[in-house]
């Protein structure tokens, strides 16, 4: 097998006909940050830009065939969750990657799409507590789900801490901002590492989660250490954001391919 073939990162998340988030996101997020997205389905939505108007999960079964079926094929640099839709297919991919305890594995917390809409058939805040934090090399919960998955905690820091005190070994809140700025915090080693602003954008975005843990996997699957991975996964998303469009009625999609239309651009002009 060649040296020169891009890392492999694969990926457990629901599907968007809009191609604004979930295993849509993933995909373009990876493979424009220079890796090979493997993306395993766990669920079929069906949302617009608006909102989601249902989901179904799929097959337990099937999402482990799927998975199987790459991990015995290709060296897996990289893993990352998103959607799992139930208790039993996150308990399935849990049980998977601890045959591959190497791989490190990124979990986009995700319950809900970010109009509020729910993404799982029952709250997971318990299982991903107790069966997959424990299994994750980074976790990037947004503001909300930080506060849901650590109830006891009453600030970002102690979320953080509490995710932490579950065996997650690195914990990126997102979300946290002020009137101008937002503010991104990176924990491990059970404390802060590092702080990372940006300008706050005007508008709403649908998928910026979704992009922002895919990037995060990227990195680790190139073999950058967590710090540096975050960090570049972070200005990705940012001009992700700062390009982005409106298709639809709703909300915003980050353009994550603005690097080649600028490319375009410059051999246009």
Same mark, same amino acid.
């Given at each position: 097998?060649?040296?020169?073939?891009?890392?492999?990162? #694969?990926?457990?998340?629901?599907?968007? *006909?809009?191609?604004g988030a979930g295993v849509q996101a993933d995909i373009e997020a990876i493979v424009s940050l220079g890796c090979h997205a493997a993306p395993? !389905?766990?669920?079929?939505?069906?949302?617009?830009?608006?909102?989601?108007?249902?989901?179904?999960?799929?097959?337990?079964?099937?999402?482990?065939?799927?998975?199987?079926?790459?991990?015995?094929?290709? *060296?897996?640099?990289?893993a990352k969750?998103?959607? &799992?839709?139930?208790?039993?297919?996150?308990?399935?991919?849990?049980?998977?990657?601890?045959?591959? *305890?190497? !791989?490190?594995?990124?979990?986009d917390?995700?319950?809900?799409?970010?109009?509020?809409?729910? #993404?799982?058939?029952?709250s997971l805040d318990e299982a991903m507590r107790t069966v997959l934090l424990p299994r994750a090399t980074l976790a990037t919960p947004n503001t909300l789900e930080a506060q849901n998955l650590a109830p006891g905690a009453d600030t970002p820091d102690a979320c953080a801490q509490e995710l932490m005190s579950l065996g997650c070994e690195y914990v990126l809140t997102t979300g946290a901002h002020d009137t101008s700025k937002v503010i991104n915090r990176?924990?491990?080693?059970?404390? &802060? &590492?590092?702080?990372?602003?940006?300008?706050? &954008?005007?508008?709403?975005?649908?998928?910026?989660?979704?992009?922002?843990?895919?990037?995060?996997?990227?990195?680790?699957?190139?073999?950058?250490?967590?710090?540096?991975?975050?960090?570049?996964?972070?200005?990705?998303?940012?001009?992700?954001?700062?390009q982005g469009y409106r298709p639809g009625m709703g909300q915003f999609l980050p353009d994550r391919l603005y690097w080649a239309r600028e490319y375009k651009r410059s051999h246009d002009d």
């Open positions: 097998m060649s040296s020169h073939n891009p890392p492999v990162v #694969l990926v457990f998340a629901g599907s968007d *006909p809009t191609g395993v !389905i766990t669920a079929v939505t069906a949302q617009d830009t608006v909102g989601v108007k249902q989901f179904a999960s799929v097959d337990t079964e099937l999402v482990i065939a799927q998975a199987r079926a790459v991990l015995e094929d290709m *060296p897996v640099a990289a969750t998103g959607m &799992l839709g139930n208790k039993t297919i996150l308990s399935a991919v849990v049980s998977i990657l601890s045959d591959y *305890p190497r !791989i490190p594995l990124v979990v917390p995700v319950q809900a799409a970010g109009t509020g809409d729910p #993404l799982t058939e029952h990176l924990y491990g080693h059970l404390r &802060l &590492l590092e702080t990372f602003e940006c300008e706050r &954008l005007d508008h709403n975005y649908h998928g910026s989660g979704c992009t922002v843990a895919a990037a995060c996997s990227a990195g680790l699957a190139h073999g950058l250490d967590p710090v540096s991975a975050v960090a570049k996964a972070l200005d990705y998303t940012w001009q992700s954001l700062k």
